[in-house]
């Protein structure tokens, strides 16, 4: 499986407890598309939103965001990590 790391957008003032909900509700149903989102970072000053799975595919990755109701604005796939 291939790694990726997806940006948002135009989330400012992001709570933790926001960004929280937003990681479970990709968790609920990431199996279903076989994606494990890894973590999730936020700038709340910026409106930014990071993060990072494994998945088959960005569209797989994308599939969830969207049904979750956050679309990814960006996704890039991560060849290699340390």
Not at 34 to 46: G, I, K, L, N, T
Not at 59 to 70: F, L
């Amino acid at each position: 499986m291939a790694k990726y790391m997806d940006v948002h957008y135009g989330m400012k003032h992001i709570t933790a407890d926001q960004l929280m909900a937003a990681h479970k509700a990709d968790l609920e149903i990431e199996a279903e598309e076989r994606v494990h989102f890894e973590r999730a970072w936020a700038d709340p000053a910026s409106g930014t939103v990071y993060c990072l799975s494994e998945a088959p595919s960005a569209e797989a990755v994308q599939r969830i965001h969207t049904r979750t109701g956050h679309p990814a604005s960006e996704i890039h796939p991560v060849p290699i990590s340390v």
